[in-house]
């Protein structure tokens, strides 16, 4: 909890104005920003010094282990999240690989599902990093990227957290997630949840235990229509306590996760936070 703290202070000490061309608006912008997650300790990251949510942040990551594609699927699992990026982006309502209402289009899920061959065929990322760690094999290509530029172009939005590389040291298991940008007042906390779950999740199911996950943030920015609310509110507050997330200890494999695991089966124990920061949101 303090390293997210001071990484926010620091963006306030040393960012950079930038003019942030698809919302229009400033935003204060550092490069290079490392976090770390202790999940073997079960240090579930959680933000104490506002109220902060989880459920929906593991919901959408179980829609891309599923690899959805439809914002509707996602609905059923409890976020909206992908509700606007499928249904109100000019450019992709005209697209003409937008297959109707709720579609996403080749996002996340599918390419790290079903990334397309040249040939006609396709390669299930997730699939081959379970079976290899199941087995007790590490070919230091454990990764798992949903970054394909050839198919932009038929999808509604590129990957903002976009590739996650596991390593076995032992039967000890690891994460390195890696993000392209980040909204540091909304949007990374429900990364953290994110990074953190799966590393959880996948120790569970291959029978590994879990060691850290480390979090890597090329751009971190705080917007200028957010800054006195985390100036002048959020940075004064007293971090408490972190949570400890629960995961339901049925879920033994990639099947379960794919078939009927839902949100029940998380629960967060001795969360305490302060009271809720409504921050503004760039679309």
Known sequence: MRAYLDLCQRIIDEGTWIENERTGKRC??????????????????????????????????IGYIRGYDNAADFRKLGTKTWDANANLNDDWLNNSYRKGEDDMGRVYG?????????????????????????????????????????????????????????????????????????DVPLGLNFNQVQVFTFLALMAQITGKKAGMA???????????????????????????????LIINPDIKSLEDLETWVTMDDFKVEGYECHEAIKYPFAV
């Not at 202790?38 to 109220?51: D, H, Q, S, W, Y």
Request: include cysteine; hydrophobic fraction near 35%; charge should be neutral.
């Open 214 to 244: 480390y979090h890597k943030i090329v751009n971190a920015h705080i917007y200028e229509d957010q800054l006195p609310l985390m100036r002048d509110v959020q940075l004064k507050r007293e971090p408490l306590a972190l949570p400890k």
């Open 28 to 61: 204060l912008t550092v490069i290079n920003a490392d976090l770390q997650y202790n999940v073997g300790a079960n240090e579930f990251p959680l933000i104490t010094t506002r109220k902060s949510f989880f459920k929906s942040a593991i919901a959408e990551f």
């Open 110 to 182: 599918i390419q790290g599902r079903s990334w397309a061959k040249p040939d006609g065929g396709s390669i299930d990322q997730l699939k081959k990093i379970v079976d290899n760690l199941t087995n007790g094999i590490d070919d230091r290509a454990e990764i798992l990227t949903f970054y394909n530029p050839g198919e932009f172009h038929m999808g509604c939005l590129r990957p903002c957290m976009h590739t996650h590389n596991f390593s076995l040291v032992g039967d000890t298991l690891h994460l390195t997630s890696f993000q392209r940008s980040c």
